[in-house]
Structure formats: structure tokens, C-alpha cells
């Protein structure tokens, strides 16, 4: 490739921690976060759990100058809590919907309530067409016993999905988020091997923050000990990411997060660390391309296939888990309700006796008789809502499972080198002197 031009973007992530009313300092925070984007005028500005739309709002009308094109996805009952400012037009947005996020009855958690999604926006950035993404993935509350794991596999399986789905014209793809995984999780070795997408803090020429990039710090005041678990000095969940394509190359020449305080101020931005990458995208055309330079692509083209196989294998393992998990608690959920039922139809029995003993004069003891059946009902309603949701939920974990079977055996096929079967045409072989890619489309 050859440099023609480039220009920089400056990328900038953070998780809000905006629960209003239960979140510490949510207004005085986001009066910082907004003065510090407005002197700081990030080109791309990617913001999570800000739940309430009065403050995506008030960021907006605070932005207007620094950065006048914005969005906010909505999704659940109150929100994505995914936002967008740029300073480049919004010419295209989307919103996914994560089809698992966690359980309606663990309100604690609250993360069901949140619509966990992924949000795109499509802008230019000169002559590139960008697909910018947004998300927020399943927190891991316990990473010892992590129930939510197949969940949050789930949703980096639909993640890597979408992105590959919906930015296939695309000349950059930008990713920005809180995933709630370690670098080395299952979940971001799947999202970041099928898409090819690249992280900023390992491929910056240089970082100024937190060690080893971490966005849950111990000297964060927002933070207790308790959520960092056996990482006693931080965990890195937060991450900006990036790919390119034939048309433009990209580099991160720095990296940089907040480090808990921020000067003449009480407390952070938030309990998480802001991310802002420096990232050069240098406009390119295509060069010949030599045998010797070919073979070596094909040979690693193999190899990350033979890795994808095992991460998406493992990551199928994760699922079936998930899936025998939820079958069990469907079925004490139509165990309970069974049991709820034949209760019902007892005490029924117990009502009619006096009826149908004629010389009984005995009275029924109507407020026990209430009691028991608004007891039975409650039992009933329960249990139906709950077989409902781990109905829904299994569907959705057969849909990842199936999808995930298929895609590999799709990889093995292609890690063999054969061409997929045509009943009625032969294969076409590829020009002379050019051996098939190992990432060729399916035909």
C-alpha cells in the first residue's frame, strides 16, 4: 500500500455511571464530563449508561458548539443508555437489541431493565465512509460462579455479528464500549478474531494512564474492593477498537485514560476511566502484491482460522451450558406451577365439602380460603412468566447454538482448502498463479 494523505481522529469512550437518583454526584459529574468535552473537542465521543435521557439531553445542549451531530439509542424499559456526539454529519443510525441480557427477577442487577444493545452510526470522515459502533455488554458480577457468562457470550456472538453483517462498505469500523470481559476472555478473543478489529491499547505507539490499561481502578473512590474480586489493583473491560480496509490504513499514535482523580475537582468522571485514542488514518491504494508476500497471508490466513475454530468451539461449549442451565429452571418453574395448581384445585375440593354435605352447618373459613387462593394464583402467574422467559430464553440460546454449529463447520471447510460443494456447476479455479484466499466469501 502507498500513502496518498491522512488525517486524525480523536476517539473518546467512557462509561457514565449515570443512574440518576442511585448513581453518587450524577449532576455534578456530568456538568464535568460535559466542560471537559468541550475544552478537550474529541472528533468522536462515545458514551455508556447514560440511562436518563434528560442528561443525554443536557450533554447535547452543551456539546452544541464542540460537537453538533448526536444520537441516542433507545432500547427497554429505560434505554440503551448508549449516546453519540461527533463532529463529523450522522448520515445513518441502527440500534440491536442483545436477544439475552440477563433475568427480569434479578432487579438488583438491573442490567434486563437496561436493554443492553449495540448502536451504529455511519458518517464520512473526509472521503471514508466510518461505521462508528457503541455497546454495553452484560456486567460479571461473580467471577468465580459468572451464571451470566453464556449470556454475555451470546451477546459478543451477536455483536460480531452485526458488525460484520452491516459494515461490509465500509471504509473504517470504530468500536467503543464497556464489554464488561478481560482481554483474554472468551467473549473478546470471539469479537476480536472474527471481526479482525484491533485494540488501541495494544497496538498504540504510546499510553499515558492506568497499568496495563485498566478502567476499574482500586484508587477509584466510586470503587470497592468487593468488585474487583482477586484484582486487587484493576481490571481492563473498557476498549476502544478499530479495522480498516483496502483503502485506508489506520494507526493509533497514542492512548491514554483518566487515573481516577481529576485536578480542582472532588471525585472522577465516573467509577469507570475514560478512554481517548489518537488514531491517523492514512488514505492508500493498492500495490502489487508479490507470490512470495501471498503465500505468507495464506499461511497466516490458516492459522487464524484454526484458531477461530477452537474459540468459536469453546464458545459453543459456554452455550450448551447456558442451555442445560435454562432447561433446568424452566423445569422447576413447570414443576412449581404444577404444584401451585393441584393446591388450587385441593382447596376447591376442601370449599365444596360443605356444600355437599347437606347437614353440615359448620362455617368455611372465608379469610383463609382467600388467602390460600390469591396464594395459588400469585403461584400460577409466577411460574407462567417465569416458563415464558426460559421458554424465550432457551429459543435464543439454541438460535447462538445452531448459528455457531454452522459457522464451524463453514471454518473447517474452508481451513481444508476445499471448495464448498456445487451440485450443478463445476468449481471455478482461480486464476493462474493465485491460490484460493482461506477468507474467500462463501459461494
Known amino acids: 500500500m502507498a500513502n496518498a494523505d491522512s488525517v486524525s481522529v480523536r476517539v473518546f469512550s467512557l462509561n457514565c455511571w449515570g443512574i440518576r437518583y442511585l448513581s453518587k454526584h450524577c449532576p455534578q459529574r456530568y456538568a464535568m464530563i460535559g466542560e471537559m468535552l468541550c475544552r478537550e473537542e474529541h472528533d468522536l465521543v462515545l458514551l455508556q449508561e447514560v440511562w436518563s435521557e434528560r442528561d443525554y439531553l443536557y450533554l447535547k445542549k452543551k456539546l452544541a458548539c464542540s460537537h453538533p451531530h448526536s444520537h441516542y ?11 453519540i456526539f461527533s463532529k463529523y454529519r450522522i448520515h445513518d443510525t441502527f440500534v440491536y437489541r442483545y436477544s439475552l441480557n440477563g433475568y427480569p427477577y434479578m432487579a438488583h442487577h438491573g442490567d434486563w431493565f437496561g436493554g443492553k444493545a449495540v448502536g ?56 467503543g464500549g464497556d464489554l464488561n470481559m478481560h482481554p483474554q476472555d472468551l467473549g473478546n478473543r470471539l469479537l476480536r478474531s472474527y471481526t479482525g478489529l484491533q485494540d488501541s ?6 499510553f499515558d494512564g492506568c497499568e496495563n490499561g485498566m478502567t476499574l481502578i482500586a484508587d477509584n473512590p466510586f470503587i470497592s474492593k468487593k468488585e474487583l474480586g482477586p484484582f486487587e489493583k ?43 485514542a489518537e488514531l491517523r488514518l492514512e488514505y492508500c491504494i ?71 354435605a347437606l347437614g353440615a352447618e359448620q362455617p368455611f373459613p372465608r ?8 396464594l395459588c394464583f400469585a403461584i400460577l402467574l409466577t411460574t407462567s412468566l417465569l416458563y ?42 482461480p486464476p493462474e498463479g493465485q491460490e484460493p484466499s482461506a477468507f474467500d466469501p462463501e459461494e
Open 367 to 374: 379469610t383463609s380460603f382467600y388467602l390460600l387462593a390469591a
Open 234 to 276: 484493576g481490571i481492563r473491560i473498557d476498549y476502544i477498537l478499530f479495522k480498516s480496509s483496502s483503502k485506508a490504513d489506520i494507526y493509533c499514535d497514542s492512548m491514554s485514560t483518566t487515573k481516577g482523580s481529576v485536578l480542582d475537582h472532588p471525585f472522577p468522571y465516573s467509577d469507570h476511566e475514560a478512554l481517548t
Open 286 to 356: 493498492p500495490a502489487q502484491t508479490g507470490s512470495d508476500r501471498q503465500s505468507k497471508n495464506q499461511d497466516a490466513a490458516a492459522g487464524k482460522l484454526a484458531e477461530l475454530v477452537d474459540i468459536v468451539t469453546e464458545a459453543r461449549t459456554e452455550v450448551k451450558v447456558g442451555l442445560h442451565c435454562a432447561e433446568r429452571m424452566r423445569y422447576t418453574a413447570a414443576r412449581t406451577g404444577v404444584m401451585g395448581l393441584a393446591l388450587l384445585f385441593l382447596e376447591l375440593a376442601i370449599a365444596a365439602v360443605p356444600w355437599l
Open 120 to 175: 451504529m452510526a455511519i458518517l464520512n470522515i473526509g472521503s471514508l465512509t466510518a461505521n462508528i459502533y457503541v455497546t454495553h455488554l452484560h456486567a460479571e458480577y461473580c467471577r468465580e460462579k459468572d451464571s451470566y457468562l453464556p449470556h454475555r457470550v451470546v451477546q459478543a456472538w451477536e455483536l460480531q455479528q452485526f458488525i460484520r453483517h452491516t459494515s461490509a462498505g465500509a471504509d473504517v469500523i470504530l468500536l
Open 73 to 83: 439509542f433507545k432500547s427497554g424499559v429505560i434505554g440503551s443508555g448508549l449516546a
Open 201 to 206: 491499547y495494544l497496538e498504540t505507539a504510546k
Open 388 to 429: 415464558i422467559f426460559y421458554t424465550m430464553e432457551l429459543k435464543s440460546l439454541q438460535g447462538a447454538e445452531d448459528q455457531m454449529r454452522l459457522a464451524v463447520g463453514s471454518l473447517q471447510e474452508k481451513l481444508r482448502g476445499f471448495p464448498l460443494a456445487q451440485p450443478h456447476n463445476p468449481p471455478r479455479r
